[in-house]
């Protein structure tokens, strides 16, 4: 793995600095004690938490894991404890096993109200454990909404603003000149399955959703030609073929997100048997 730091907040007084182009995505591996003795979270270049609310939040009254022909649809009413008491029970562990390993911790926050976004920003921000910020997006957020949460979350810790992967291109400018110290392209898709007599609604993921990301990041860094506003790419990634090929479409790192239940010692093992260029 090629070990020259990644910056991707080089105008933040703080920056925000990987060794290595993986990250987990968001919801993927819990708050880092939900993935001990499963994954080695020291093989990240960043470590991205499951999402928090300003609020506490309790899982949806059916929550369902659907399987799909190339992938899985996932609902869970985004359970979380809220910003105050996730720092409280998770942010010493966060320090143990990530920050003294060189790993940052990036907190994923779900975007509700800019009043909630700037509470939650506030205790994020006077946190020296919370290593930077990405703000999570609806997939219908219009672009003045988007500019008003952003706005929020700037001035805080570095922000990554993650962007819906079918409105990456139209909305990243917006973003970028709000206050977004990085790009993350793009959050799952949102989908409508009927299952058991009654519609569930959630986000998709799996190897299907390669194709319209890497998609997504080429069409943001078009977007974006002559900014140096570094792209992270996410949605889809199983290989090393995948991940080389968001870096080839513009993104200086990646998320992994399905494949880490699949497999969650890929990360060793492609350090081992693979190399990103």
């Known amino acids: ?19 290595r182009p993986l990250l987990n995505a968001a919801g993927t591996l819990g708050f880092a004690g939900e993935a001990r003795g499963l994954a080695d979270l020291t093989a990240l270049g960043a470590f991205v938490t499951n999402p ?6 309790t899982p949806a009254a059916a929550p369902n894991a659907i399987e799909l022909t190339d992938g899985v649809l996932i609902h869970t009413g985004l359970p979380n404890p809220g910003v105050r008491a996730a ?30 976004v700037g509470r939650a920003l506030e205790a994020l921000d ?18 003045s909404e988007l500019i008003a949460l952003v706005r929020r979350a700037h001035g805080g810790p570095p922000l990554l ?10 909305l990243c400018r917006a973003a970028v000149q709000a206050g977004a110290d990085a790009l993350t392209v793009g959050a799952p898709t949102r989908l409508s399955v009927e299952a058991g007599g009654r519609t569930v609604t959630g986000r998709v993921y799996g190897p299907g959703q390669f194709a319209a990301a890497v ?4 069409a943001v860094t078009a977007a974006l030609a002559g900014s140096a506003t570094p792209i992270i790419g996410a949605g889809g990634v199983f290989s090393v073929e995948n991940a080389d090929a968001m870096r080839a479409a513009g993104a200086v790192a990646v998320q992994l997100d399905a494949v880490l239940w699949q497999e969650p010692g890929v990360l060793r093992r492609w350090e081992a048997d693979g190399q990103l260029r």
């Open 1 to 19: 793995m090629n070990n020259t730091l990644i910056e991707l907040a080089s105008n933040h007084k703080r920056g925000l600095a990987l060794k």
């Open 52 to 57: 928090l609310t300003w609020t506490p939040r």
């Open 87 to 116: 720092l409280r029970q998770f942010a010493r562990e966060w320090e143990r096993r990530l920050s003294r390993a060189g790993v940052p911790v990036v907190v994923h926050l779900a975007a509700t109200t800019p009043d909630d």
């Open 126 to 143: 006077r946190d020296e454990r919370v290593g930077g910020v990405e703000l999570g997006l609806r997939e219908d957020v219009d672009e």
């Open 161 to 170: 603003v993650r962007l819906p992967v079918a409105r990456a291109a139209e």
């Open 215 to 218: 998609e997504a990041v080429r």
